[in-house]
């Protein structure tokens, strides 16, 4: 059966430091994998995603995920980021082509210190 | 223009009574699903429909009853409400399998007292 892990539940990191939260996923096949970003009351956007090839995939806002399969990772990274980035981040695996259900991790909360 | 609508956005009810959350997508999507939000935050698919036939139901109780008229609307219905459904359900949407990326509509605040 599939499933996501995000260790954390809570990150807090100083306005223009870097980011990096952690996914890791279980799944017999290569999965399709998500970043998704709640902001305060909203709904989920998606940041970015990943099915096949460069397993770099570049998302809005300047995030960046990188797919790791040795280590069945899928963590998501920002170079610097801003205030504004403070919202609730969930990662995702889809089990693609002709399946529906798409299982989301528990979440990690980032905190922006000015 | 909003891409997944529901309605209301806040609900607070008395246990035992019937209520509903609309959903709406003008998306063209073909796939809407219910997802449910508890307290911690965690978000678990409740159901999946695809062309208007449910294909996803992760054992919920069978007092939440969906309904598609059609491909653009997804309706949750739920009967004799408890104090455990109150939560944050989201309708989301996708063309075609969850391959796709999924939209969510803003949430529906369901309290139960």
């Known amino acids: 059966a599939q499933s996501v892990t995000q260790p954390d539940i809570h990150i807090t990191v100083s306005e223009g430091a870097s980011l990096e939260l952690r996914c890791n996923y279980s799944?017999?096949?290569?999965?399709?994998l998500f970043w998704y970003v709640q902001s305060p009351g909203q709904g989920l956007q998606l940041l970015l995603k990943?099915?096949?090839?460069?397993?770099l995939v570049q998302g809005i806002k300047g995030f960046e995920a990188e797919f790791k399969r040795s280590q069945s990772s899928f963590n998501l990274r920002k170079p610097s980021v801003h205030w504004s980035d403070a919202a609730e981040y969930f990662c995702?695996?889809?089990?693609?082509?002709?399946?529906?259900?798409?299982?989301f991790g528990a979440g990690t909360r980032l905190f922006v210190k000015a | 223009d909003t891409a997944v609508s529901q309605t209301p956005k806040y609900l607070v009810t008395q246990m035992g009574n019937d209520k509903s959350i609309k959903c709406e997508q003008n998306?063209?999507?073909?796939?809407m699903y219910w997802y449910k939000q508890d307290s911690k935050k965690f978000l678990k698919i409740m159901f999946s429909?695809?062309?208007?036939?449910?294909?996803i139901n992760e054992t919920v109780p069978n007092r939440f009853s969906p309904k598609s008229p059609d491909k653009a609307h997804l309706n949750l219905h739920i009967n004799s409400l408890e104090l455990g459904d109150s939560a944050v359900y989201f309708c989301?949407?996708?063309?075609?399998?969850?391959?796709?990326?999924?939209?969510f509509g803003e949430g529906s605040w369901l309290t139960v007292v």
């Open positions: 799944y017999g096949a290569t999965p399709y």
């Open positions: 995702a695996v889809g089990p693609g082509s002709g399946g529906f259900k798409t299982i």
């Open positions: 429909y695809n062309n208007k036939e449910l294909i």
């Open positions: 990943y099915f096949s090839g460069d397993t």
């Open positions: 998306l063209g999507h073909d796939t």
């Open positions: 989301a949407s996708s063309l075609g399998d969850s391959g796709n990326t999924i939209y």
